[in-house]
Every structure is written in C-alpha cells, then in structure tokens.
C-alpha cells in the first residue's frame, strides 16, 4: 500500500479542511489508518484512527469534537473532516496505515504517506 495526503491549505481560525488520504493496492480494507501531525519544531503526535471497517475511531483529546475520521473502503481513501480550526492545529498532516489492531502510536504505524501542509491563521 502507499498512501498519498492531501487537501492541506491556509485557512482562518474557525474554519474548516477536509484532507484526504488516497491508498493504492487491493489491501487497503485490512489495516487501520491513522492522521498524526507535526507543528514546526515539535514532535510528531496523533490526531485520530479509525479501524479496518470504520467502526471504531479514536481522537486526541485536543481535537475531540472538532475533527472526524472516516474512510470509503471502496474508493481506497481515508478522511479527516477539520472544523473549528484554531492556529495551534497548523502542522503537517500525516496520514498512516497499520496491520494492528487500532493503535495511537506513531511508531506501530508502518506505511506512511508524504504529509500536507494545514495552516490556520488567527
């Protein structure tokens, strides 16, 4: 599998982005997929995963309620729908993929995509 981001931009606080995450290969449905995020000068953190079938997802307690992940098994995409925007969520997005069981560590993720840039501006 490998994983291409986008739909990263420059937008106010308040508003939204919606990224998605574009798999290719026929396995896509197995693993979970994750969006992790790195602000300049800081460290990679997570955002939210979901698992194989969508039925369960998790967030950071910094973007519960404002962001939601989902994924389209049939066109091979994962999305990460952002509202509320605020400058402390600009960072490069990541998206990822993991044969776990859903998991919130950057480092049990094996497939990684290029990341896209999300910028808000107070």
């Known amino acids: 599998v490998q994983l291409q981001a986008s739909g990263g931009g420059l937008v106010q606080a308040g508003g939204s982005l919606r990224l998605s995450c574009a798999a290719s290969?026929?396995?896509?449905?197995?693993?979970?997929m994750g969006w992790f995020r790195q602000g300049l000068g800081k460290e990679r953190e997570f955002v939210a995963a979901?698992?194989?079938?969508?039925?369960?997802?998790y967030y950071a307690d910094s973007v519960k309620g404002r962001f939601t992940i989902s994924r389209d098994n049939a066109k091979n995409t994962v999305y990460l729908q952002m509202n509320s925007l605020k400058p402390e969520d600009t960072a490069v997005y990541y998206c990822?993929?993991?044969?776990?069981?859903?998991?919130?560590?950057?480092?049990?993720?094996?497939?990684w995509g290029q990341g896209t840039q999300v910028t808000v501006s107070s």
């Open positions: 290969g026929r396995t896509f449905s197995s693993y979970a």
């Open positions: 979901i698992n194989w079938s969508g039925s369960s997802t």
């Open positions: 990822a993929a993991t044969n776990k069981v859903v998991v919130t560590i950057s480092s049990d993720y094996t497939i």
